[in-house]
C-alpha cells in the first residue's frame, strides 16, 4: 500500500510538472503587479485601489509619463528566434480624457534605437469607461531580430490628461 501511495504520488508529480512546464514555455511575463510595489518601484508609479486583481494595478498619468517598463533580451525569452507575440491585458479608462498606448517594441540594447514597434491605443479598444475591460493583440516580430536585441512592453500616457490602467498583463511567444 505504502509503495503504490508512493507510486502514485510520484505520477501525480510527474503529471503536474510536466503540465506547469507546457504552460511556462510560451510565456514571457504574467504580472498581476500584487508584489511590485517597493521592490525598486515607486510606490506611486502604481495604482493602488479597486484593481483587476487584488489591490494593485499599472498606471500612467499626468505625473507619470510611462508606466514601470518589461525588458529582456530575446535571445533570453528563447533559444530560437521568437516570430510573434501575443499580448493581454485588462484595461480601466475612467474617462473619455484617459487615452494612451500599451506598447511593444524591440529595441537595439546599446543605442536604443527602435526595430519594431506595436502597441495597443487603449481608447479606440475599449469600450466602456470606469470599467474593467479585457483586451488583446497579435504581433509579427521582424526575420532579422538578433538574440541581443531587447523586447520591451510599458504603458505609455500619449495625450492622456485621466489615468490609465492596466493589470493582469500576459506577453506570451506565439
Ligand atoms: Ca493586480
Sequence with gaps: MKKFTLLFGLTLLAACSS???AVDDKIITKNDFEALA????????????KAHSGRYALKVDK???????????????????????????????PSDKATGVLGVQVIEPETG???????????????????WEKVEADYTLPENTTPTQRLRLSLWRANASDQVVIDDVTLSVK
Excluded: C, Q
Excluded at 508606466?67 to 480601466?92: C, D, N, Q
Excluded at 495597443?120 to 479598444?125: G, K
Design 63 to 93: 505625473d507619470h509619463e510611462f508606466s514601470t517598463t518589461f525588458e529582456m533580451a530575446l535571445g533570453y525569452i528563447s533559444p530560437t528566434r521568437v516570430k510573434a507575440i501575443h499580448l493581454e491585458a485588462w484595461v480601466l479608462l
Design 19 to 21: 503540465e506547469d512546464k
Design 113 to 131: 534605437k527602435e526595430v519594431f514597434g506595436g502597441g495597443i491605443r487603449v481608447a479606440e479598444v475599449v469600450k466602456a469607461r470606469g470599467k
Design 38 to 49: 517597493g521592490w525598486n518601484t515607486d510606490p506611486a508609479a502604481l495604482f493602488r485601489g
